[in-house]
């Protein structure tokens, strides 16, 4: 159907549910269950889900060269299509934000829909300073301090305020213990990543879920993807970086809503 070649699926997946098909594309440091884990189930209530952790990510071995966010994407649509989907819906967090659009871009006759959470179309100036620091931590191999540079970047700041000490301590070793080996590379990726000549070619339906109290992804990019992108939504959640953490029901709610408006 695509008019692009796919590759083999090799990426480890994840295949929940029935129904209309959602692919998953996870943030950078992550996986598929880390970064979708707690709204899996209700996703998958109403759709095919598939998502592919990227290298050093889940169950797929790590990189030995630098990623590729068109080899992200194709993985991604590819491994939904092995999976039967001929079209679907793609929920890109973070990282995931790109390879979603650039799943679009590259096989717009796959993709029926676009959800893009806490993203950004191309790196400024914020993200220029704190993507290397998260890369020289994860390389220096101190887990216990680059979560502690991660739980005050991505907690929003009523999330975090209304922690008591023992629930924060609680928080950064769980932060520690879930850091994806694959880290460094995927976040060597995240400042080489720039789909803004992507977005107005975009066909798919889109809504950009803003996280308004976000310190890793400023809300004006968050803005400037929905001015982009032709006649796409844009909704505002109050939380940080983690709304898998911070709201789920609530965003489990946003994605299912639109996309049970535009189920193809």
Do not use: C
Not at 28 to 52: E, K, N
């Amino acid at each position: 159907m695509s008019e692009r070649p796919l590759p083999e699926a090799t990426f480890a997946r994840t295949v929940l549910g029935s129904g209309p098909g959602l692919a998953l594309a996870h943030g950078a440091g992550s996986s598929v269950a880390g970064t979708y884990g707690p709204i899996l189930d209700g996703l998958a209530a109403h759709h095919t889900v598939v998502g592919v952790d990227y290298p050093g990510s889940g169950g797929t071995p790590r990189a030995a060269t630098p990623l590729s966010l068109d080899d992200l994407a194709d993985q991604l649509v590819a491994a939904a299509v092995a999976e039967g989907l001929d079209t679907f819906a793609v929920s890109g967090y973070s990282l995931g934000g790109p390879v979603a659009i650039r799943a679009a871009a590259r096989h717009p006759e796959r993709v029926t829909a676009l959800v893009l959470t806490a993203t950004f179309p191309h790196r400024d100036n914020r993200l220029v300073l704190a993507l290397p620091v998260w890369r020289k931590l994860a390389e220096s191999g101190n887990r216990e301090l680059l979560a502690e540079f991660l739980t005050m970047m991505a907690l929003g700041a009523d999330a975090l305020e209304a922690m008591p000490e023992e629930q924060l301590q609680q928080a950064i070793a769980f932060t520690a213990a879930s850091v994806a080996d694959g880290t460094p590379e995927h976040a060597e990726l995240a400042p080489r990543v720039d789909v803004r000549d992507d977005l107005p070619g975009i066909q798919a339906p889109t809504l950009v879920i803003s996280t308004t109290q976000d310190w890793f992804t400023a809300t004006r990019l968050h803005r400037q993807l929905a001015d982009t992108i032709p006649h796409a939504e844009l909704v505002e959640i109050a939380t940080g970086h983690l709304p898998m953490v911070e709201r789920p029901e609530e965003w489990r709610q946003l994605i299912t809503d639109f996309l049970k408006r535009h189920s193809g």
